[in-house]
Nanobody, 119 residues
């Protein structure tokens, strides 16, 4: 089994910053891409950012220039640095990882962490 655990969410004022972390653990041979998604109330889950094992990144237009994804392969951890936060960034943020295990390669999801941007 593989588990992803997010942390770092909370309440922040507009213009503020937060750093999310996602730690993967379990029967992991390797982790390919890791990414972040978010889901606001009444909306579908949307892609935010992704990073490959070699460090290539991709971002949604809505967060380009404000959010930065990074990862520490030795720690099986991905990060999402979020700056200049806006009220519309309020959502539950989910970590995703494409993991190769002893029985194949699968996508795994964390349980989510709430980010609320409000004054």
């Amino acid at each position: 089994q593989v588990q992803l655990v997010e942390s770092g969410g909370g309440l922040v004022q507009p213009g503020g910053s937060l750093r999310l972390s996602c730690v993967a653990s379990g029967s992991i041979y390797s982790i390919n891409a890791m990414g972040w998604y978010r889901q606001a109330p009444g909306k579908e889950r949307e892609f935010i950012a992704a990073i490959t094992s070699s460090g290539l990144t991709n971002y949604a237009d809505s967060v380009k220039g404000r959010f930065t994804i990074s990862r520490d392969n030795a720690k099986n951890t991905a990060y999402l640095q979020m700056n200049s936060l806006k009220p519309e960034d309020t959502a539950v943020y989910y970590c995703n990882a494409h993991v190769t295990t002893g029985w194949g390669s699968y996508d795994y999801w964390g349980q989510g962490t709430q980010v609320t941007v409000s004054s």
